[in-house]
């Protein structure tokens, strides 16, 4: 996004849950000086964060893993299950494979470590907006170790998603179109890019995504992207 096109799109509503006082008001400086950004709350724990999320509603739940009362994990996964129209994008120093597997089981719609640069936390915070996930490829790597893992303890290859596994171990085959799609989302395609590409409506996108997830038992595109890579390594 160009500094024009930021200044004119919409800002992006954010919340900040962080117990270090430090960090948090410096991130919200951070991203309170971008024109297309406004940070609507600050959390010093995962309790508070439930708290404010559902009371303001952000677009963005910026969300370090860490905190006393709650931990991250926890808060993500109910305000993910609360508010459908809003992400987390994780920013912690952990980056443990249990913990990573377990805050995108959560719901976590991208996972970065806090040795980024300024221009990697606007940049994806940019993409979630435009319907995008992120993973570093480190942290990529860890979740399709996991997935694998599942997978392998399973018995049942496709059922990655461990947050919705389905016992009875039923996977349904995607079509034509479907798969079209998946590898679109992949490659990091927002629904509306998918749009264009397909030449189908964006609400007609949404319901394939849906129809993807609910087949392949993953419960964020997160899971999804790195389902559908796993699988493109494995053939």
Request: with cysteine; aromatic share 2%.
């Amino acid at each position: 996004m160009t500094t024009d096109e930021a200044r004119r799109a919409p800002r992006v509503r954010i919340l900040i849950a962080e117990d270090q006082a430090l960090v948090r008001r410096g991130t919200a400086v951070l991203l309170s000086m971008e024109s297309d950004m406004e940070v609507v709350g600050q959390a010093c724990d995962g309790i508070e964060a439930v708290e404010m999320a559902m009371r303001l509603t952000p677009e963005i739940v910026l969300m370090d893993l860490h905190m006393p009362r709650q931990g991250g994990v926890a808060a993500t996964r109910e305000i993910t299950r609360a508010l459908p129209g809003t992400q987390v994008l994780v920013l912690t120093t952990l980056n443990d494979d249990e913990t990573v597997f377990e805050a995108v089981r959560a719901g976590a719609h991208g996972y970065l470590l806090k040795d980024v640069t300024e221009q990697e936390l606007l940049e994806t915070i940019r993409a979630l907006r435009r319907g995008e996930s992120r993973l570093t490829p480190q942290i990529a790597r860890k979740v399709m170790d996991q997935f694998r893992r599942l997978a392998e303890a399973s018995g049942n290859p496709r059922n990655a998603d461990g947050a919705t596994a389905k016992r009875e171990g039923v996977t349904e085959t995607l079509s034509e179109k479907e798969e079209k799609i998946l590898n679109l989302i992949t490659d990091g395609m927002s629904n509306r890019q998918i749009a264009n590409v397909t030449f189908l409506a964006e609400g007609t996108v949404k319901n394939y995504v849906s129809r993807i997830m609910e087949k392949l038992h993953a419960n964020t595109r997160t899971a999804l992207a790195v389902i559908s890579t796993k699988q493109r390594r494995s053939n």
